[in-house]
């Protein structure tokens, strides 16, 4: 209720609104741009006549007859056969998000209930391994990985990705974990159960909201993820981001650009269904480490 | 909980944790302690029915077999460290001496892969993480005096340039400043200079890439911010208000102070996040202008015919002696609060 005194002047309306407007016009017209861009040929996205052939398609209908075209996009999924990277991305995201969900809530939750002095130096330790550049622990993987023939393989990256993510799904849950009531699993510790039974029967029932918000960073940091996926898969297994990645080698060829602007609008369309349909549980994520400090 | 029962329960994430962090780290530190095995020459003679030449030629099977055998390498002590590509302190020492003045110096430094690739990871990190921060909180001061109806989706389109992959976002942007692209043609038309290219100019790419980071960063602390200020307490902004104080002295003054805590966390994360800045120059193509830490060790890994391991490992340790120095006066105050609890 915003009372006389604290209603604000014309003019600040005015400043306010027009500086939030122009910062969505920065934050979101890329990718306008860019999902308009990429239904039409290259002559058009990269015009050097005139910027308004990418909105009218000018030379997309000379060349194929219709102002839209999905040139691109065959190219980039027939023929570059870029689904075959999609699929392995399904496979990695997957298993990343379960297998750390699942170890990350067991040792969320101990560390949320244990008042040892060890419990806070684990976390400390996490909080350091989680400011670790990615690929300086990649650099330390690869020798290894070459001499046991583990490189390149899917299941390897999505071992290395989980244990990347537990630092970050260790805080997190940890905090989390610290919001639901001691009394609950103690009450049950009292009537009998094991630590286990506790957690199985009291915690998890209502541990899903959290457990969701992790879930989705641990997704989030899996797909996004270019420096492992990129260094630690062979070329037949590669997952999307290290595939365009070496797609902007190889396509720079009349009309191929295209095919990896495609792709990057391809791999974009997940994610904004992602903030879509989960908006409220990013942003409480984004803020539960603040809050708590 | 008994030690055991947290023993159990937090040994699956323990393990990985040890496994894939704390391993590969020992594995870095060993290796580059190592240097790639140097070709196995050998002396072959040519015999010609006038006269018998001798030349070198390089071993294939030896140094195919010397490198199966000890994959390491050949031990190298701190050589890497101090080699042209890392510390280099003999030419660092040279240019000392041979420089007149301090800028001079500066440039002579800025020819060494290391302190390149330092100078623009610290300048990036430095730059980008206060634009972060301001600019975040006039987009939550801005989003937090709009109409409810309006907040969902802006803060829907604000998160856009943070989920989006970051090469994805990088390359987005490149494409649209690149010399075809809508921004870089209307640069070259504003000034009418066919041949301007953000990609060709030093200063020019630093600034494009610090901008693709503020871009890609700012939503994250609009949000904590945003968070934040629902928390404000409004009785305390009506006793200010009261008090007399203007609009601007309510921000400075009353909603600012509540932030700080905020502002420590931001920090935080952002310094941790820039400090490892790669895909950036990956999508934009930049690694000409300007290299990071993180993306010489990449080069070293992907970019030759032989992977230089070794020098792999030497920069990365100094990588993370850079995490470790960055982070410690956070592991500090943690520390000492966790001490003043315990007592």
Redesign the interface.
């Known amino acids: 209720m915003a009372s006389v005194a604290q209603r604000r002047s014309p003019g600040l309306i005015f400043f306010s609104t027009a500086f939030i407007v122009f910062w969505l016009m920065i934050a979101t017209g890329p990718f306008i741009w860019t999902v308009w861009g990429s239904f039409k040929v290259q002559g058009d996205f990269f015009s050097k006549t005139d910027w308004r052939y990418a909105l009218y398609g000018v030379r997309t209908i000379t060349e194929t007859g219709d102002a839209f075209t999905g040139n691109g996009y065959f190219g980039a999924w027939i023929q570059q056969e870029f689904w075959r990277n999609a699929f392995n991305t399904v496979i990695v995201v997957t298993f990343t998000v379960i297998i750390s969900l699942t170890m990350g809530t067991l040792g969320g939750y101990a560390l949320a209930r244990s008042g040892f002095r060890y419990a806070f130096w684990l976390l400390m330790a996490a909080l350091v391994f989680r400011a670790m550049p990615h690929i300086t622990l990649v650099s330390g993987y690869l020798l290894p990985f070459f001499e046991w023939n583990l490189w390149g393989h899917l299941p390897t990256t999505i071992i290395v990705l989980v244990a990347i993510n537990q630092p970050f799904t260790l805080w997190m849950l940890h905090s989390f974990f610290l919001n639901i009531p001691k009394d609950m699993d103690e009450s049950a510790l009292v009537d009998g159960c094991t630590r286990l039974q506790a957690f199985r029967h009291v915690i998890i029932p209502v541990m899903w909201p959290g457990v969701i918000t992790t879930g989705l960073f641990s997704f989030l940091l899996a797909y996004n993820d270019f420096a492992v996926t990129s260094v630690l898969l062979s070329q037949e297994n590669q997952t999307m981001v290290p595939k365009i990645a070496s797609f902007l080698g190889t396509v720079r060829q009349q009309g191929q650009v295209m095919f990896a602007v495609a792709a990057v609008v391809s791999a974009m369309v997940p994610l904004f269904f992602l903030v879509l349909f989960f908006q409220r549980q990013i942003v409480s994520g984004l803020t539960t480490g603040a809050v708590k400090g | 909980?008994?030690?055991k029962?947290?023993f159990w329960?937090?040994m699956?994430?323990?393990a990985?944790?040890l496994?894939?962090?704390?391993?590969?780290?020992?594995?870095?530190a060993i290796?580059s302690l190592f240097v790639e095995h140097d070709q196995v020459l050998v002396e072959v003679e040519n015999c010609t029915p006038f006269k018998c030449e001798s030349s070198v030629a390089v071993d294939q099977e030896a140094t195919a077999a010397l490198r199966e055998e000890r994959?390491?390498g050949q031990f190298n002590a701190l050589g890497t460290y101090t080699n042209r590509s890392h510390l280099a302190f003999a030419e660092v020492r040279e240019a000392w001496n041979a420089s007149g003045s301090l800028y001079d110096f500066g440039a002579q430094l800025m020819n060494l892969p290391f302190y390149k690739a330092l100078a623009f990871t610290i300048t990036y990190t430095a730059v980008v993480t206060p634009f972060v921060i301001v600019l975040g909180l006039?987009?939550a001061?801005?989003?937090n005096?709009?109409p409810q109806l309006v907040k969902?989706p802006?803060?829907?389109?604000?998160?856009?340039?943070m989920?989006?992959?970051?090469?994805?976002g990088s390359?987005?942007?490149f494409?649209?400043v690149?010399a075809?692209?809508?921004l870089g043609?209307?640069l070259q038309r504003i000034f009418d200079d066919d041949q301007l290219s953000l990609k060709a100019s030093h200063s020019l790419t630093w600034i494009m890439l610090i901008v693709y980071g503020i871009?890609h960063s700012a939503?994250?602390s609009f949000?904590?911010f945003y968070?934040?200020l629902q928390?404000v307490p409004q009785e305390t902004l009506e006793a200010a208000?009261i008090d007399g104080a203007t609009?601007w002295q309510r921000v400075r003054y009353v909603v600012v102070p509540y932030m700080t805590?905020?502002v420590v966390?931001?920090t935080l994360?952002q310094l941790?996040d820039n400090?490892?800045v790669?895909?950036p120059i990956?999508g934009f193509?930049a690694s000409a202008k300007a290299t990071s830490?993180?993306w010489i060790?990449?080069n070293?890994?992907?970019g030759g015919d032989i992977?230089l391991?070794g020098s792999?490992?030497a920069?990365?340790?100094l990588?993370?002696l850079g995490?470790?120095v960055?982070?410690m006066p956070v592991?500090i105050r943690?520390?000492q609060e966790?001490g003043r609890k315990?007592v």
Do not use: N
Not at chain 2, 154 to 161: R, V, Y
């Open positions: 909980m008994k030690h029962t947290f329960f937090i699956p994430s323990l990985a944790m496994l894939f962090i704390a391993m590969p780290l020992v594995s870095v290796q994959p390491l006039a987009i001061l801005g989003v005096a709009l969902g802006t803060i829907f389109c604000s998160l856009l340039p989920i989006v992959t970051p090469l994805i390359l987005i942007l494409w649209m690149d075809d692209g809508i043609a209307a871009w939503p994250f949000i904590v968070a934040g928390t208000q609009r805590p905020l966390f931001i994360m941790m400090f490892r790669f895909e990956v193509s830490l993180s060790i990449f070293d890994l992907r992977q391991f792999a490992a920069t990365s340790l990588t993370i995490v470790i960055l982070l592991l943690t520390w966790f315990v």
